[in-house]
């Protein structure tokens, strides 16, 4: 495998591998390609968040009458940022590994057939200042050009968000290498596995397929 930049994380877990050969088979159904994108997205989010700070904030009492120091994690101000469709098979893993709710931005990208460049159609950041996250967790199942996740980079940035964590299920090296150079001081890429090609029509090889596809079962659109 070719040498990515530093702010990519691949990960090494076992039972992940074991996973993701499974998704990558055109036997699995959508129920099935549903539970394995959750299952990794499980891992690949225990992974990517590792990385925030634990803070004290306050104490609480026990159910038997003790004192002990409430911990949290750091920063509060977060967002997760699904790229619709496939982004929403992993939003709830993402959901779950938080410890506490907080607010859901999706963005609507897709790439152009004949361009390959992402073209945006839904955007639901608010606009107030206020509302602007220090910690945007991107979740997208595949990186292929890069194209997509370097757009939805941009939009996050020019939010004002102060850090990005991105985290997929595949993708490309060389797509993977441009997602991480696009903001490098910025953002951390954690990927479940990496392969090195895609097809002229810019698809991983030998990649997933269309997960939107697999999972919404929109397969012939």
């Known amino acids: 495998?070719?040498?990515?930049?530093?702010?990519?994380?691949?990960?090494?877990?076992?039972?992940?591998?074991?996973?993701?050969?499974?998704?990558?088979?055109?036997?699995?159904?959508?129920?099935?390609?549903?539970?394995?994108?959750?299952?990794?997205?499980?891992?690949?989010?225990?992974?990517?968040?590792?990385?925030?700070?634990?803070?004290?904030?306050?104490?609480?009492?026990?159910?038997?009458?003790?004192?002990?120091?409430?911990?949290?994690?750091?920063?509060?101000?977060?967002?997760?940022?699904?790229?619709?469709?496939?982004?929403?098979?992993?939003?709830?893993?993402?959901?779950?590994?938080?410890?506490?709710?907080?607010?859901?931005?999706?963005?609507?990208?897709?790439r152009e057939k004949i361009s390959l460049q992402p073209v945006e159609y839904y955007n639901n950041l608010p606009q107030s200042q206020s509302a602007v996250a220090k910690l945007a967790i991107i979740v997208d199942p595949v990186v292929a050009t890069g194209g997509t996740a370097v757009a939805a980079i941009q939009t996050l940035k020019e939010w004002g968000v102060e850090r990005v964590i991105f985290i997929g299920i595949l993708g490309a090296a060389n797509g993977?290498?441009?997602?991480?150079?696009?903001?490098?001081?910025?953002?951390e890429v954690w990927m479940g596995g990496v392969d090195q090609s895609l097809t002229d029509a810019g698809m991983i090889k030998p990649g997933l397929g269309d997960v939107g596809d697999r999972l919404f079962l929109t397969h012939g659109k």
């Open 176 to 187: 993977v290498a441009k997602v991480a150079e696009e903001w490098p001081e910025g953002v």
């Open 1 to 110: 495998m070719s040498a990515l930049p530093t702010n990519v994380h691949v990960s090494k877990h076992p039972c992940l591998r074991a996973k993701l050969s499974q998704l990558r088979s055109k036997s699995m159904n959508a129920r099935e390609t549903k539970d394995v994108v959750h299952e990794i997205s499980l891992i690949l989010a225990t992974e990517a968040l590792a990385s925030l700070e634990v803070v004290t904030a306050g104490t609480d009492e026990s159910p038997i009458g003790f004192q002990y120091d409430f911990e949290t994690i750091s920063p509060q101000k977060v967002t997760l940022v699904p790229i619709l469709r496939s982004g929403l098979g992993m939003l709830d893993a993402a959901q779950a590994i938080l410890p506490f709710p907080v607010p859901v931005h999706h963005l609507g990208l897709f």
